[in-house]
């Protein structure tokens, strides 16, 4: 049975910062959680040292980021890279050292500078797959990135442009958060092992798995977390899981998943912040498996996401 640790955290990443909002709960001295209603990222300068603050002496902190921890398999390999935390220590240095830097032509991609493009405009996919040398854009996927049955495949790592930036977002927290890296789940061990130990616990999220986890609504085609009303529908399923789960909700998470997170453009990143910790806390309370990888290219180099079961999606 994993350690719970003292703090959970979910933050919703982007790259504007003042759409970045994170939700968290607290470890109660009967047992079990009490969470949040959740509050903007603020300063990465001292964000990670305010949760170690919070756990207080010798306590620890499950942290989660819905941006990817890890790197396609098929691009480590041409890379020369077999383990991703100790790539990240490079990224961003010596012969790495515009690695962080958007290709603004297609010419200037390459392997130390993958991320593409610097601007919308007259750019594809087919750019950046082909300069790296490979013949489709799913070999700048991992395998936890590709279609389930519960949702579609995830943007491609080193694209930058779309909804979700995925490219960008990587830029952001791996070389504003997380660089020098802290213990990152799975490419540290396991997650009961990195949970019995003080400090903080890095893991990726992805909301939108969470969504069939919790069996909400939002997730349907019909639905969208962009939208209040359906937001507001997924309210007493959320409640209820807390229940069950014995998941104390403070007074103004209640009023604010009652009320659909409001009708603001920061809703649905609220909305993604609070579903993203309810599924670490399923993991954190023992009702749902961490979804430990076993293979060793997905615990050294692609990495996983949390709550996620690994063998599917088939390679």
Same mark, same amino acid.
């Given at each position: 049975?994993?350690?719970?640790?003292?703090?959970?955290v979910h933050a919703d990443w982007s790259i504007d910062p003042a759409k970045r909002w994170c939700a968290r709960a607290?470890?109660?001295? +009967?047992?079990?959680? %009490? $969470?949040?209603?959740?509050?903007?990222?603020?300063? /990465?300068? *001292? &964000?990670?040292?305010?949760?170690?603050?919070?756990?207080?002496?010798?306590?620890?902190v499950l942290a989660g980021f819905d941006f990817p921890l890890g790197?396609?398999? +098929?691009?480590?390999? %041409? $890379?020369?890279?077999?383990?991703?935390?100790?790539? /990240?220590? *490079? &990224?961003?240095?010596?012969?790495?050292?515009?690695?962080?830097?958007?290709?603004?032509?297609?010419?200037?991609?390459d392997l130390r500078r993958p991320f593409y493009p610097a601007r919308p405009?007259?750019?594809r996919h087919r750019d950046l797959y082909q300069a790296l040398g490979f013949s489709s854009i799913n070999a700048l996927r991992r395998r936890c990135d590709l279609a389930t049955a519960t949702r579609f495949a995830a943007s491609p790592?080193?694209?930058t442009l779309g909804g979700q930036q995925v490219g960008k977002a990587a830029i952001?927290?791996?070389?504003?958060?997380?660089?020098?890296?802290?213990?990152?789940?799975?490419?540290?061990?396991?997650?009961?092992d990195l949970l019995d130990r003080p400090g903080i616990v890095v893991a990726?999220?992805?909301?939108?798995?969470?969504?069939?986890?919790?069996?909400?609504?939002v997730g349907a085609a019909n639905k969208s977390k962009r939208r209040q009303a359906d937001r507001r529908d997924d309210g007493d399923t959320l409640l209820d899981w807390a229940a069950a789960a014995r998941v104390q909700i403070a007074a103004a998470l209640t009023a604010d998943i009652r009320d659909g997170f409001g009708d603001t453009t920061t809703g649905e990143d609220r909305f993604d912040a609070t579903v993203g910790l309810f599924g670490m806390l399923n993991v954190a309370l023992d009702l749902r498996p961490p979804g430990d990888p076993t293979e060793r290219v997905l615990r050294q180099v692609e990495g996983w996401i949390l709550g996620q079961q690994p063998g599917a999606p088939a390679d």
């Amino acid at each position: 049975m994993m350690r719970p640790p003292e703090i959970v955290v979910h933050a919703d990443w982007s790259i504007d910062p003042a759409k970045r909002w994170c939700a968290r709960a607290v470890r109660l001295a +009967a047992g079990g959680y %009490a $969470a949040l209603a959740p509050q903007p990222v603020g300063s /990465l300068d *001292d &964000f990670m040292a305010s949760m170690v603050a919070a756990a207080g002496p010798g306590g620890t902190v499950l942290a989660g980021f819905d941006f990817p921890l890890g790197l396609p398999r +098929a691009y480590a390999q %041409a $890379a020369k890279i077999d383990n991703f935390t100790a790539a /990240l220590a *490079d &990224f961003g240095r010596g012969r790495w050292r515009d690695f962080y830097t958007p290709a603004e032509r297609a010419d200037e991609i390459d392997l130390r500078r993958p991320f593409y493009p610097a601007r919308p405009g007259g750019t594809r996919h087919r750019d950046l797959y082909q300069a790296l040398g490979f013949s489709s854009i799913n070999a700048l996927r991992r395998r936890c990135d590709l279609a389930t049955a519960t949702r579609f495949a995830a943007s491609p790592l080193f694209w930058t442009l779309g909804g979700q930036q995925v490219g960008k977002a990587a830029i952001s927290g791996w070389r504003d958060l997380l660089a020098p890296a802290l213990s990152l789940w799975p490419f540290d061990g396991g997650l009961a092992d990195l949970l019995d130990r003080p400090g903080i616990v890095v893991a990726e999220t992805y909301p939108g798995e969470v969504y069939s986890h919790l069996r909400l609504r939002v997730g349907a085609a019909n639905k969208s977390k962009r939208r209040q009303a359906d937001r507001r529908d997924d309210g007493d399923t959320l409640l209820d899981w807390a229940a069950a789960a014995r998941v104390q909700i403070a007074a103004a998470l209640t009023a604010d998943i009652r009320d659909g997170f409001g009708d603001t453009t920061t809703g649905e990143d609220r909305f993604d912040a609070t579903v993203g910790l309810f599924g670490m806390l399923n993991v954190a309370l023992d009702l749902r498996p961490p979804g430990d990888p076993t293979e060793r290219v997905l615990r050294q180099v692609e990495g996983w996401i949390l709550g996620q079961q690994p063998g599917a999606p088939a390679d």
